[in-house]
């Protein structure tokens, strides 16, 4: 049973920085593609950023230049650093695995930005 499990939010200033981790049960080198997506209420989820088994990664417009994600093989975690964040990024953030023709999700986990 694939697990992916994520940590790291919270609430943060505008202009603050989070780091989000997301631990996956098993190997990661048997997935593809993973990232993070993100939903506020009533709106679709949203693929925030992607990074393939050999680090080539993408962006939404919006976060290119504040975020970055990364992925550590070997520790089967899943990284989003995320710098000058801004109100609009508050969103609840979800982890992102595909493994196969499947596709995996966390639980997620909420991050406010707000004074």
């Known amino acids: 049973q694939v697990q992916l499990v994520e940590s790291g939010g919270g609430l943060v200033q505008p202009g603050g920085s989070l780091r989000l981790s997301c631990a996956a049960s098993?190997?990661?080198?048997?997935?593809?593609?993973m990232g993070w997506y993100r939903q506020t209420p009533g709106k679709q989820r949203e693929v925030v950023a992607l990074?393939?088994?050999?680090?080539?990664?993408n962006y939404v417009d919006s976060v290119k230049g504040r975020f970055t994600t990364s992925r550590d093989n070997a520790k089967n975690t899943v990284y989003l650093q995320m710098n000058s964040l801004k109100p609009e990024d508050t969103a609840v953030y979800y982890c992102?695995?595909?493994?196969?023709?499947?596709?995996?999700w966390g639980q997620g986990t909420q991050v406010t930005v707000s004074s």
């Open positions: 990074i393939t088994n050999n680090g080539v990664t």
């Open positions: 992102y695995g595909r493994r196969g023709i499947y596709n995996f």
């Open positions: 098993g190997s990661m080198d048997s997935f593809g593609d």
